[in-house]
């Protein structure tokens, strides 16, 4: 069983950036994958990043990459997004997940466990 918690989701206004947390529990965090999502009103929960075990490997979505950055540390049992130059369509909740075995970090049913969400709300 791991519990997750988002943090660091807010307001801010368009251009701006936001860093998102997510605290783990448990020892073995280092051995999970891990990937951020994220559902607007009305719209289907959508993949944003993802990242390996070590890190060494990420995948964003079209939308945010180039803007988006996923990190981790294992050390601390934390992921992180740091979220640049946002727009208002970048307004979602936001939850981090576990992501169980092999498949695409695309793929929400892939991933094990979920956290309760942090909001973003980007204003123009």
């Known amino acids: 069983q791991v519990q997750l918690v988002e943090s660091g989701g807010g307001l801010a206004q368009a251009g701006e950036s936001l860093r998102l947390s997510c605290a783990a529990s448990?020892?073995?965090?280092?051995?999970?994958?891990m990937g951020w999502f994220r559902q607007a009103p009305g719209k289907e929960r959508e993949f944003v990043a993802g990242?390996?075990?070590?890190?060494?490997?990420?995948d964003y979505s079209d939308y945010v990459k180039g803007r988006f950055t996923i990190s981790r540390d294992n050390a601390k049992n934390m992921v992180y997004l740091q979220m640049n130059s946002l727009k208002p369509e970048d307004t979602a909740v936001y939850y981090c997940?576990?992501?169980?075995?092999?498949?695409?970090?695309?793929?929400?049913?892939?991933?094990?466990?979920w956290g309760q969400g942090t909001q973003v709300t980007v204003s123009s």
């Open positions: 990242i390996s075990t070590s890190g060494s490997y990420t």
């Open positions: 997940a576990v992501k169980g075995g092999y498949g695409s970090y695309w793929d929400d049913q892939k991933y094990d466990y």
């Open positions: 448990g020892r073995t965090f280092s051995t999970y994958a």
